[in-house]
């Protein structure tokens, strides 16, 4: 989950490498640094390293550069997400063999690191950093050893076999970037089950972990497939498989990216990602959903029938925010569709997968589309299913991403895209709006072609989802307002408890997950009916209860439960239409009066903004919480 940028060709290497880091540094923000190579001596035909990291923010690493230079046409960057050692400038890559001239830049997570360090040191060689990536420049300096004892001269070659055969060594996913400066004209790249790619610009070749990285250089990408490893020379690429196996494919065009990341006129990422959600529901609206579809049809997904049929239950496998948009999907292809279905945290599934159902689709939810777990989980999925042999028990998956050019895309064969457009700030919102979106769609594909709802219900929920995008608009402008000032009385909170029932119980439990993300609150999201069996323990006036009640099957049952909380003392915000239970409530954030099957697209709305201005309120630095990623591509 930390992000790698890497260049070869005519121009400094730096400046570049510094302007692709800044896009990558939603991946991580521990620490960042660079190596660049120059030619020191046409005759010998060197190199020289210069080496630099920082820890913090990447403008330590620019004011490094701008102080100390970093020369040369060759060089990898990198931003890091700690895992293994703490964010300090030790730790931070690039990390560099005994001779200090070659450097190694990874993300991902090297599992036998322990045993190879243990191998290393025994052989006589000292570590600097607690990474478990320093022992990657080890174990190719070894491998170059031997090569150039077996009278090989420094080369390309040497140094891209050197990597492939280190890979061999390797256990984990991960993506790394290597330069010696005995070959000052060789990048070397390679990838295991962590994305990279290859973008091809003018007069230069670059590579990255993620898109946004070569979007201001190059639309000309070539995605790594698992196992490659890469020399990126000026002249050309050539692509190894793990076998040392040439392989020649054709790079292909980036589309999609061209609202690629400025703030506008708004303070944070967050809050312009916030506000962007009527605007994408309109795109889906106008995608999915057009006038004059048959009510047998009613949506406008790119799958062929045989994709829905005989489907029999569904199971979803996701992370993080991407979950709870899962289980609010869930709710709508049982409750509304008729399919049982159920919710995976994709780490646990991984590990502790249900005994296998015939004929279940499965649904990866990614916003990134590179979350190692989900990845795995499906992957693990479709393995065992197909050596199952029954065909009835064959993979069938789909994939909810917003990046369609990202690795999911390349491992599940059906993809739903959900155009929310890039998003910066670490806490997702649009996304969620965009992945709520998609399930809306499958659940009314499903009940339509299963006829488990009437011509009519489907058509009401049609039409309540064309009216969602001017319906959201004004909302969203009245909650940031209304959230500026009911956010002051969070100045000293240190617990929040948010309850919901149904299909708002996952509303509550992303709005506990937005809160302590960005504004560092404890918050506990809660079905309300269960708080009666442990958290009213914690309730007293210091404790505000954030409680969402919208009409329908459970509306009086959340009232009741928002009752028991303020008779404790606590202080009663409602999520709630105007007009229909003010009095229980100490402040309303109301919601329109709409289904109940359409309340989570409301509800979130004041969840996102109240959470944002909190933050706000505290100074904190909203688009890149403490400690987190917007991609999580370790284990
Ligand atoms: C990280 C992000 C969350 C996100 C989760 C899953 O934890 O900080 O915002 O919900 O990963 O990410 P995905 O890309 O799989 O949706």
Known sequence: MCGIVAV????????????????????????????????????????????????????????????????????????????????EEKNAHPHRDSSGGLAVVQNGIIENHRYLRKELESEGVSFLSDTDTEVIP????????????????????????????????????????????????????????????????????LCASDTPALAGFTRTILPMEDGEVALLT???????????????????????????????????????????????????????????????????????????????????????????AGMVGAYLLEQFAGIPTSVFYASEF?????????????????????????????????????????????PRQLGITNRSESSIARQVPNILDI??????????????????????????????????????????????????????????????????????????????????????????LEGALKLKEISYIHAEGYPAGEMKHGPIALLEKRVPVISIATPGVVFEKVLSNAQEAKARDAKLIGVAPNGLAEEVFDALLPIPEVSEWMSPLFSVIPMQLLSYHIAANRGLDIDQPRNLAKSVTVE
Request: with cysteine; charged share 20%; glycine share 10%.
């Open 419 to 508: 155009g929310s457009g890039i998003e910066v700030g670490v806490a997702a919102t649009k996304t969620f709006l965009g992945q709520l979106l998609a399930f809306y769609g499958l659940a009314l594909t499903f009940a339509s072609r299963r006829k488990s709802r009437s011509v009519e219900e489907i058509t009401t929920m049609a039409n309540e989802l064309r009216n969602l995008p001017s319906q959201l608009f004004s909302l969203i402008e009245k909650h940031d307002q209304l959230s500026i000032s009911l956010s002051q009385m969070f100045s000293e909170t240190q617990n929040v408890i948010f309850l919901g029932r149904g299909i708002n119980y996952p509303i509550a």
């Open 138 to 205: 080890h174990l190719i300096a070894r491998q170059l050893q031997l090569s150039l004892a077996e009278g090989m001269s420094p080369s390309g070659s040497i140094l891209v076999e050197a990597v492939r055969k280190v890979s061999l060594e390797l256990k984990g996913a991960y993506a790394l970037a290597v330069i010696w400066d005995k070959t000052p004209e060789s990048l070397v790249v390679a990838r295991r089950q962590a994305p990279l790619l290859i973008g091809l610009g003018e007069g230069e070749f």
């Open 234 to 324: 000026p002249l050309g690429i050539e692509l190894y498989d793990i076998r040392g196996e040439r392989q020649q494919r054709s790079p292909s065009l980036l589309n999609g990216l061209e609202d690629v990341v400025t703030k506008r006129n708004f303070r944070h990422f967050m809050l312009k990602e916030i506000y962007e959600q009527p605007e994408k529901a309109k795109l889906w609206v106008d995608r999915h959903l057009p006038y004059g579809l048959p009510a047998s049809s009613p949506i406008a997904y790119p799958f062929e029938n045989s994709f829905y049929e005989g489907i029999e239950r569904i199971q979803i496998l996701a992370c993080g925010t991407s979950r709870h």
């Open 350 to 394: 991984r590990y502790s997968a249900p005994p296998l159902a015939p004929n279940t689709l499965t649904i990866g939810v990614t916003q990134s589309g590179e979350t190692a777990d989900t990845l795995a989980a499906l992957a693990m999925e479709s393995r065992r299913r197909k050596s199952h042999g029954n065909p009835a028990f064959a």
């Open 8 to 87: 070869i060709g005519s121009r400094d290497a730096a400046p570049l490498l510094l302007e692709g880091l800044k896009q990558l540094e939603y991946r991580g923000y521990d620490s960042a640094g660079l190596a660049t190579i120059e030619f020191s001596s046409q005759a010998s035909n060197n190199g020289s390293l210069t080496c630099l990291r920082a820890g913090g923010k990447l403008v330590n690493l620019n004011s490094l550069v701008d102080r100390d230079g970093a020369p040369g046409q060759l060089g990898i960057g990198h931003t890091r997400w700690a895992t293994h050692g703490k964010p």
